[in-house]
């Protein structure tokens, strides 16, 4: 009796099949392995953005906190974080501008000036103004508002839960309700503190209140120490600028006991 041949089909679908499972197990692998930052996003862009900067079960408590988000990796091991205004339509490259040399816009000027006061604030930090989007740690755009939001921070991080990149949405209003260019300024002092690591306060009278109305345009000297926690690995170690090892904020937490 003759050995039964086997269609040369069948190998094929067996090998088919084979892959089929190892793919499968392979995405399961990868689902079950996001990084605590992946998860609990409402942005439907990217599942690395973050912008729940809620104090949550904290909003209760007798303490005064601001809440600790996360920390800047190694953007932020030179000391420096660049930032960009977007202007639709603007396709210059230029490396960098000085602040003397840009256009003089009440809304440009109001989160310069932001910036400028976070510069002189924190200690071991500096903002640098570039016009590619491509050298740019920060980009901050203007939208005119469709809701009652004021602005709004997303900040990208890496595999390992670090901020790589962070986006700025500040919504102006139309005429006769449209933030004056103080409330701006406010409200991008406010956007940076989300942008270099920091969530809301659970009190009034503080930058990082929930609200604008609630809040105050100062930066004080809670909101700034909180700053230092959030990127405690490196701007609690400025002296150290190569043996420097990244690592998440110490507290989720810091609280103002003095705010002023």
Same mark, same amino acid.
């Given at each position: 009796m003759s050995a039964k041949t086997i269609n040369p089909q069948f190998y094929l679908g067996v090998a088919f099949a084979t892959l089929s499972i190892v793919a499968l197990v392979l995405l399961l692998v990868l689902v079950s392995g996001?990084? $605590? !930052?992946?998860? &609990?996003?409402?942005?439907?862009?990217?599942?690395?953005?973050?912008?729940?900067?809620?104090?949550?079960?904290?909003?209760?408590?007798?303490?005064?906190?601001?809440?600790?988000?996360? +920390?800047?990796?190694?953007?932020? @091991?030179?000391?420096?974080? +660049? *930032?960009m205004i977007r202007d639709e339509g603007d396709d210059t490259n230029q490396e960098s501008v000085n602040y003397e040399d840009m256009d003089s816009s009440t809304s440009n000027n109001a989160v310069r000036n932001a910036a400028k006061e976070w510069d002189q604030k924190i200690n071991g930090l /500096?903002?640098?103004?570039?016009? %590619?989007?491509?050298?740019a740690d920060i980009e901050i755009s203007f939208r005119e508002s469709g809701g009652e939001? @004021?602005?709004? +921070?997303?900040n990208l991080f890496d595999r390992f839960g670090l901020i790589t990149k962070s986006f700025i949405t500040i919504y102006?209003?139309? *005429? #006769? *309700? &449209? *933030?004056?260019?103080?409330? $701006?300024?406010?409200? @991008?002092?406010?956007?940076?503190?989300?942008?270099?690591?920091?969530?809301?306060? %659970?009190? /009034?009278? !503080?930058?990082?209140?929930?609200h604008v109305h609630y809040g105050t345009s100062s930066i004080s000297t809670c909101e700034t120490q @909180?700053?230092?926690?959030? /990127?405690?690995?490196?701007? /609690?170690? $400025?002296?150290? !600028?190569?043996?420097?090892? $990244?690592?998440? #904020?110490?507290?989720n937490y810091l609280e103002c006991k003095n705010n002023a």
């Open positions: 996001k990084t $605590i !930052s992946d998860l &609990g996003t409402s942005d439907s862009d990217s599942d690395r953005y973050f912008n729940d900067y809620d104090m949550n079960s904290w909003q209760g408590s007798s303490k005064n906190l601001i809440k600790i988000c996360c +920390t800047w990796g190694e953007e932020l @091991a030179d000391g420096e974080l +660049t *930032f /500096n903002f640098r103004e570039v016009q %590619n989007r491509y050298d939001a @004021a602005g709004l +921070t997303r102006d209003r139309e *005429f #006769p *309700f &449209g *933030f004056s260019e103080d409330q $701006i300024e406010q409200i @991008a002092k406010h956007e940076i503190g989300h942008a270099l690591g920091l969530g809301h306060a %659970n009190f /009034n009278d !503080s930058l990082m209140s929930t @909180a700053v230092y926690e959030a /990127n405690h690995w490196k701007l /609690n170690h $400025i002296d150290d !600028s190569i043996n420097y090892r $990244i690592y998440q #904020p110490n507290s």
